[in-house]
Every structure is written in C-alpha cells, then in structure tokens.
C-alpha cells in the first residue's frame, strides 16, 4: 500500500456569490521517501491540495490517507513560503516551538532540535532573535523547526520562491540533502519548473480552473541521486524541461 | 588609508551635531516652561488676569509647601494615585479579557458588535451617580469609574488587533497540532502586545479622567475632591495645585509605562 493516497479529492469555496471549484477529483499515491512536485499556474489548487493534506480542513469530497489513515493527528511538517518564524521568540525557542505544542518536549528532543540546527548549517544563533538573521538563515531555521517534530512527511509550499537566487539555489541542496538523509517524503508546491526537476522523483503537473493533474512527470533516474544545482547542470534537465514548457505551453493556449 | 581619518572626523562631526540638535530641543522646552510660568506669575502680580481665579506659580507652591508638610496632600495625592492604578490596570486587564472572549468565539463577536458600538460612543461617565449608588460612596465606585471608561475601547482596539494578526502563524501553528487555546498564547497574544501596550498609554489618561468624576460625585478625599472643595470655597490655589501635581502623576505613570514597553517588546 501506499505512504500517502489521495482519493478523488475535489474542493469546492463558497463565498456569498461564488462556489469557485479549486480541486476536482484529483486521485494520486505517493511511495514512502519519495520527493515530488505539484506544479502549475497560480490558481491551479497546489496549495489547496496541499492544505488538505496538511489536515488543516476537510476536501469537499474525497479523502486524503497517510499510512491508511486519515485522522486530524497526522504527523506533518509545513514550510511556507516565508519563514513565519515568530519575532518575539528567540531562534532555540522557535525550533522546539513544535516540540512543546505536541508536548513532546524534554531535554533530549531539545538537543536534537539543536542539532538540527547545526545540521541545517546555523551555529551559534540559538539565542538571537529572527530580525538579526538574514532570509536564507531564517529559511534554514524554518526548516530545523519543521524537521524538529520528526514529521512523516514535508509539505513545501514554495519555500524558496521568496529567496534571491543564489540562496534558493543554495537552499534547494541543502533541503534535498537534508531530507534524503532522514528518508523523508516530500511534497513540494512549486511554479517553477527548473525547482521541480531539480528537486523531485516525479512531477504532477496541474491545470486551472479548475485544478486537476495534467500530466505526470517522472524525473529520469540518473538525475534523482544528484544534488538539485548538479541536476541543473545535466543534460537530461534541459530535455526535461523543454517537454514540460511545452505541456504548459499547450495549457495556457487551450484555457 | 587616506579615508579612515576622514570618516572617523565626519563620524565625530554627526555625532557633535546630533547632540547640538538635542541641546537646542532641550533649551527651547526650558524656554517655553519659563515664559509660561514666569508669564503667569508677572500675569497675576501686575493683575493682567485675576489673581483670585488665575492664582500664581508662588502662591501655588507656597500651599504646595504648606500642604505637604501638614500631611494632607501626601493623603489625598496617594489615595488618588492608588484608585487610578488600579482602575487603570482593571480596566486594562478587563478588556483584554473581552477582547480574548470575542476572538474565541466569532459567533459572539457578531452578536455583540452593535452593543459595542453604542457602549464606546455613550459617555461612560454618566454612569457615574449610578455606579455610586449601586456601589456605595467610596473606593469601589471610583475604582470603577476609573475602569469602565477605558474597558471597551480597549476591548475595541486589542481585539481588532487580535484578529490581525497574519494567518499564516496560526497555520503553522496548526500543523503541529495546536489548540485554540495554544495558538492564543503562542502567536495571537505576543503579537498584539505592541497593541495593548499602546492602549496603556491612551488608558493612562482615560483612567485619571474616570477617577478624578469619581472623586468630584463622592466627595470625600483625593485630589478630585480637593478640586471640587477648592471650588466651592472659591481657592482656585487649590484648584490648580490639584492639577499640576495631577499633570506630574500621569507623567509619571505615562513614562512608566514607556519603560513598560521597552522591557517587553525586546524584540522588535
């Protein structure tokens, strides 16, 4: 059975004028450890989707499964697109913030959230608070904070996507390597198709209005142990890359 | 090589001109404070204004004098500044509370809305008589007084505050599991500190207000009554002695609770 199986999902937002169908019967599995991408044009639901996953509400019909069951305590770690670190808390704080809401806080699991810290490539900021850390810091320090409750499974809704390049790039091979090394399995939402290649083991390309899979991408296995700004560099990226601009291509003509 | 000297003298230069700017802020505030009270005093001793409505600076000190060392003022002064301490923090605290109520449950916020709405806009201290009788003649009434004025503003203003706070920190929060309750305290509350700390301020001078109505309808101590006395019996010495060291008092507690401010919100 599968790590993580959406069932005919479908969304529906209702608003005083409007029932604006976000998701529509949207059916996929996902294998433990692996890492895959949801990309498409903004309105196309990803992160709808990706909410529901998350637990934070109900789909409209279908349902989501993770190890076979649905319930609200599901083991999940969220990056947003910005850090939302909280300000008034320091960096140490923030990282075992998870830890103490799920009450599993104790001396142990607090030098393991340290850790990761370190691990993440932060040292020596365990007191400061986020305004003195530059985004790319702030970013690793989200991540330290959502691999600290040793989540199942990552939901990244375009965690780089507010970074300059050269710290997304740098930030990709670190989130790569780092959930590679745990045996995490990912989600990523993403518009940017170089990311989801660079990143991922399979693409879901998702069309708009409403939001539905496209096409599936399965990422070559010779780019799938390499580091995303490796990826970048190989000659199957650009092929790749070429055959999903086109999709999408064809998607924007036909809506 | 060459620069370093140079930036180090431009860097000196600022800084010589930062202080000089302080310094003439801070002569013109002593300008200002010796033309008013030197003017009033010149004012009142050639007659230019009724020295029996107007008094002086040295009348009102020399009773200021004269009542300090009695022990009189030192009692009503105190009972005065206890009553707007209290009403000041209960009111505060009161519609922090209420704000927190409406922001857990928006069902009631909705219901309540209007009934704000004509609370915020109706002059509380009308209330006045009633909380008196209701309450008795004495502390209780006054405190009161003192709080009601600013618990629905307050309420008003943090929970405005409450509710915008950015979604996305109560999302994260939710993917660990929170609770209401625990987002409240995690993310809703510390983020609004800076919005209750700033309605300490405006409350600072809503609850002299309340208590000094309290005191003029009881009547019996404090400074509101010594307005009220003074008044009566025609010492408007008395009256603006009541007022000054009224001004010095809310002052005070304004600066306090800047300090407030500066200690809790370390982060910002």
């Known amino acids: 059975m599968s790590f993580l199986t959406i069932n005919q999902v479908s969304h529906t937002y209702f608003s005083k004028d409007h029932a604006t169908s976000a998701l529509s019967d949207v059916s996929l599995s996902i294998e433990e450890g692996e890492f895959i991408s949801f990309l498409g044009p903004s309105g196309c639901g990803k992160t709808t989707l990706l909410s529901i996953i998350a637990g934070l509400f109900p789909p409209t019909v279908g349902n989501v499964l993770i190890e076979g069951e649905s319930g609200h305590n599901r083991s999940i770690g969220y990056m947003l697109q910005q850090d939302y670190l909280f300000p008034w808390k320091t960096i140490s704080e923030n990282i075992t913030l998870g830890l103490k809401l799920l009450k599993h806080e104790s001396e142990d699991s607090k030098i393991k959230a340290l850790e990761l810290l370190e691990s993440v490539g932060l040292t020596g900021v365990e007191n400061q608070y986020p305004r003195q850390l530059s985004g790319g810091m702030?970013?690793?320090?989200?991540?330290?904070?959502?691999?600290?409750v040793d989540p199942k499974i990552l939901l990244l809704d375009e965690p780089f996507s507010a970074l300059d390049y050269q710290t997304k790039l740098r930030l990709e091979d670190l989130v790569s390597i780092t959930l590679k090394s745990f045996g995490k399995t990912a989600v990523l939402v993403t518009h940017d198709i170089g990311e989801s290649i660079a990143m991922s083991d399979k693409i879901f390309l998702f069309a708009s209005h409403p939001g539905r899979i496209h096409k599936t991408f399965d990422v070559p296995e010779e780019l799938r142990s390499l580091t995303p700004f490796e990826v970048r560099n190989h000659h199957a990226y650009n092929?790749?890359?070429q055959t999903i601009w086109k999709e999408?291509?064809?998607?924007?003509d036909h809506a | 090589m060459?620069?370093?000297?140079?930036?180090?003298?431009?860097?000196n230069q600022y800084k010589a001109d930062l202080k000089s700017e302080k310094r003439r802020v801070r002569v013109y505030q002593l300008l200002i404070f010796i033309v008013f009270f030197g003017g009033w005093e010149i004012a009142s001793r050639l007659e230019w204004v009724d020295p029996?409505?107007?008094s002086s600076p040295s009348k009102i000190w020399n009773l200021f004098t004269v009542k300090l060392l009695d022990g009189t003022l030192l009692n009503h002064a105190s009972v005065t500044l206890f009553e707007t301490v209290l009403g000041f923090i209960l009111g505060t605290l009161l519609g922090?509370?209420?704000?927190?109520?409406?922001?857990?449950s928006p069902f009631l916020s909705k219901v309540l809305d209007p009934y704000l709405v004509i609370l915020n806009a109706m002059p509380k201290v009308a209330l006045g008589p009633i909380l008196i009788v209701a309450l008795g003649p004495g502390f209780t009434s006054i405190i009161s007084m003192g709080a009601i004025i600013s618990v629905i503003i307050t309420t008003i203003v943090v929970y405005t505050s409450f509710r915008e706070v950015d979604p996305n920190y109560l999302k994260?929060?939710?993917?660990?599991?929170?609770?209401?309750?625990?987002?409240?305290?995690?993310?809703?509350?510390?983020?609004?500190?800076?919005?209750?700390?700033?309605?300490?301020?405006?409350n600072v001078g809503l609850s002299w207000v309340g208590v000094i109505v309290g005191e003029f309808l009881v009547s019996s101590r404090g400074l509101g009554y010594l307005i009220i006395y003074g008044f009566q019996v025609f010492n408007f010495t008395l009256v603006l002695m009541s007022l000054m060291i009224i001004a010095v008092c809310a002052t005070i507690m304004y600066q306090l609770v800047a300090w407030l401010e500066r200690k809790l919100i370390k982060h910002g």
């Not at chain 2, 922090?96 to 857990?104: D, E, G, K, P, V």
């Not at chain 2, 993917?175 to 309750?181: C, E, N, S, V, Y």
Request: overall charge positive.
């Open chain 1, 138 to 148: 702030r970013q690793r320090a989200a991540l330290a904070r959502t691999l600290a």
């Open chain 2, 52 to 54: 029996l409505i107007f």
């Open chain 1, 248 to 252: 999408l291509e064809n998607l924007e």
């Open chain 2, 2 to 11: 060459k620069t370093t000297p140079d930036i180090h003298v431009l860097h």
């Open chain 2, 96 to 104: 922090t509370l209420l704000a927190a109520i409406l922001w857990w």
């Open chain 1, 239 to 241: 092929a790749l890359f």
């Open chain 2, 172 to 202: 994260v929060l939710q993917t660990f599991g929170a609770t209401r309750f625990q987002s409240f305290k995690e993310a809703i509350l510390p983020a609004s500190f800076p919005t209750i700390i700033s309605t300490l301020k405006v």
